[in-house]
């Protein structure tokens, strides 16, 4: 995170302009898919949009959050 630079917004633009509109940059461990164009982006969540409804499942809301019951923590499923 701390080679990214502290105007998180404008480094990222610098990326863009160098790599394209789609990158995957790892903050730590956790991957992070970024999509800089506006366009593409409501074609992802509009074709795609159940593949990032998921949150990942850590100990701590399971413990918390009733086994993932919780609305804000819950799988998507029917229930």
Not at 2 to 17: C, E, I, P, S
Not at 28 to 48: K, L, N, W, Y
Not at 59 to 76: E, G, K, N, Q
Request: proline fraction near 5%; hydrophobic fraction near 45%.
């Amino acid at each position: 995170m701390h080679q990214v630079g502290v105007v998180l917004y404008r480094n990222l633009k610098l990326l863009v302009d160098n790599y394209g509109p789609f990158m995957l940059l790892h903050f730590g461990t956790i991957p992070t898919f970024i999509v800089c164009s506006a366009q593409a982006a409501e074609d992802i969540m509009r074709d795609h949009d159940v593949v990032f409804v998921e949150r990942p499942g850590l100990t701590v809301d399971y413990v918390f959050f009733f086994d993932w019951s919780d609305l804000a923590f819950c799988p998507y499923n029917k229930y």
